[in-house]
C-alpha cells in the first residue's frame, strides 16, 4: 500500500455489516492536498452530479465554484462561518451547492433539497474513487454568498463543500482540530433509524 492509500483508508468506518468500499473509506477531511483539482477530475465530479436521479427528472442543482488564489474562492470563504474558516482554507477548492426552489408553474418544489442531496452523494462516490476528499458546511452566510453571487430569488445556498485530495499536513489544524480529524467515526445502530414493519419495530 502506497502513501496516498494509506491517508485515504485512515478513517475507514467500523461497519457493522460489510458494504462498499468507497462507501466505507469516506470521510469529511478539514486537510487536503495542496494541489488543485485537475480540470478533468472537477468535470467529472459535476458529471456524476449530472446522472444522478431527481424528482421529474428536473435536475434542480446548481453549483459556482471557485479554486485557491481566484476571486471567487475568496468570496465563498468569506461567507463560511468563523469555525468553518478555521480549516476550509486547506481546500484547493470550494463550492456553494444551491437548490432551484420552486417548479415552472411557481409551486414550491418540496423534493429539490432531496435531489440536491442525491446529487451530491453521486459526488461523494466519484470523488471517493478519484481520490478527492468532500466537506459539506452548513455554517455559511447563505444570505451573504447569495448576493454577493447574484443568485437570482428562485434559488436557494444550501450548502458550502470544501473539496481536494486526501493528504495534506495534520499539523496545519489547531489542537482541537486534530483530535476530530483523527477521532474514531461514529455512527447511530441500525435499529434506531430502519424499522421493521412499525414504528421503532
Ligand atoms: C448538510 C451538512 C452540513 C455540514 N456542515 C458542517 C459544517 O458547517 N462544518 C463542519 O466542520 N462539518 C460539517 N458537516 C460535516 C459533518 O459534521 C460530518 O459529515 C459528520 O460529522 C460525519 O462525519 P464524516 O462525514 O467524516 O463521516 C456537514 C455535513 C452535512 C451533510
Redesign the pocket.
Known amino acids: 500500500m502506497n502513501d496516498e492509500e494509506k491517508i485515504r483508508l485512515e478513517?475507514i468506518a467500523d461497519t457493522e455489516y460489510e458494504i462498499f468500499p468507497l462507501l466505507k473509506q469516506?470521510?469529511?477531511p478539514r486537510i487536503f492536498k495542496e494541489n488543485f483539482l485537475t480540470e478533468t477530475h472537477t468535470h467529472q465530479l459535476f458529471e456524476a452530479v449530472r446522472w444522478a436521479p431527481s424528482s421529474n427528472n428536473l435536475q434542480p442543482w446548481r453549483f459556482i465554484y471557485g479554486e485557491r488564489g481566484t476571486d471567487a474562492y475568496k468570496e465563498i470563504f468569506d461567507c463560511l462561518?468563523d469555525?468553518?474558516k478555521s480549516w476550509a482554507g486547506n481546500a484547493p477548492l470550494l463550492v456553494l451547492a444551491i437548490y432551484k426552489t420552486n417548479l415552472d408553474n411557481g409551486d414550491k418544489n418540496f423534493h429539490a433539497p432531496y435531489d440536491l442531496g442525491l446529487s451530491l452523494s453521486n459526488m461523494a462516490v466519484q470523488a471517493q474513487y478519484l481520490g478527492i476528499g468532500i466537506?459539506?458546511?452548513?455554517?455559511l452566510d447563505w444570505k451573504q454568498a447569495e448576493k454577493t453571487f447574484n443568485v437570482p430569488n428562485e434559488y436557494h445556498i444550501a450548502?458550502a463543500l470544501a473539496i481536494g485530495y486526501y493528504g495534506g499536513d495534520i499539523d496545519k489544524l489547531s489542537d482541537d482540530l486534530k483530535v476530530q480529524e483523527e477521532a474514531d467515526?461514529k455512527r447511530m445502530p441500525l435499529s434506531s433509524f430502519a424499522f421493521n414493519r412499525s414504528w421503532n419495530g
Do not use: I, L, P
Open positions: 478513517n469516506r470521510y469529511s462561518s469555525f468553518n466537506h459539506h458546511m452548513a455554517g450548502s467515526r
